[in-house]
């Protein structure tokens, strides 16, 4: 995987100003376009998506300072169809606008090359096994809610606790398959993990295909496969959060799965009354890489 990262980078750099193939690449060197960007983003820290526009803005920056070539001659060079668009995405960066860079030569925010290198990490063993699942249904109450890397994310609470208590209730009774209890469930996740894009969360149970699903609950279908579950405990949701960036810089580094589009699941298995801390499982789905 690491190798696979820098190979993206160089492919980076070889084409800024064009559209990437990185399924392309993904496909060529044996795992797959959302599994990479996954492991990017979750690595690097940022989108690839941000890194491609940093890097952009880093190297046309030079083109600006140099002043060899009109500002639309250069935004069309680098991938832009106006110099308007290309002054939104340099003021992005640096800050400034282009023309005030020619003027005044910076102020200026360089983006380094990134380059990739493996750790010795692992000092703590991951609490992981590996379950093939039938393919089941996730039942429950879904809503539209943006992506926050650290903390509770303040839309999926006031959406759990719109539903009344007895709610709850009703769908735990409804679970009748692993994952079991109650879960948090994140659907349609945007391969890059930008903190702010949209997913769909959706609190409810995990139920059989042939299991009778009562009115006015939402669905997600889940076909068959392999997945890797990761048991956490400790302060909620720091443990959770944390061993989800394990599962990218320790767990998938050093295993031979990689990640498959669909749901990542958190069951929740005890908790303190004011749900301070926790003990959860992380269901993620994986196949063969």
Known sequence: MISALNQLVDLVEDHLTEDLDVDGLAGA???????????????????????????????????????????????????YGSSEAFGRAFRAVHGV?????RRDGGPLRTQPQLRFRLTVEGISPMDTRLSHR???????????????????????????????????????????????????????????????????????????????????????????????????????????QTTWAATATEWFPSNPWRLRPGPSVVAVLERADDFSTATCEL???VEPA
């Open 29 to 79: 060197i044996g795992t797959t376009g959302y599994h990479l960007r996954r492991m990017f983003s979750s690595l690097a820290g940022m989108p690839l998506s941000e890194y491609v526009r940093r890097r952009r803005m880093t190297v046309a920056a030079a083109d600006v300072v140099r002043g060899e070539e009109d500002l639309l001659g250069i935004a069309v060079r680098h991938g």
């Open 283 to 285: 269901w993620l789905p």
């Open 134 to 240: 039938p393919a089941f249904r996730l039942v429950g109450h879904a809503a539209r809610v943006p992506l926050l890397h650290r903390g509770v994310n303040p839309h999926i609470q006031e959406h759990i606790t719109a539903l009344p208590p007895e709610e709850h209730l009703r769908l735990k009774a409804l679970c009748d398959t692993e994952p079991a209890g109650l879960l948090q469930v994140s659907d349609d996740l945007d391969p890059d993990g930008r903190e702010g894009s949209e997913l769909t969360y959706l609190h409810g149970v995990a139920v059989s295909r042939d299991t009778p699903i009562p009115d006015g609950l939402d669905t997600i279908e889940v076909p068959a496969g392999m997945w890797a579950v990761f048991r956490t405990s400790g302060p909620h949701p720091q443990a959770l």
């Open 97 to 101: 606008g282009p023309s005030d860079v």
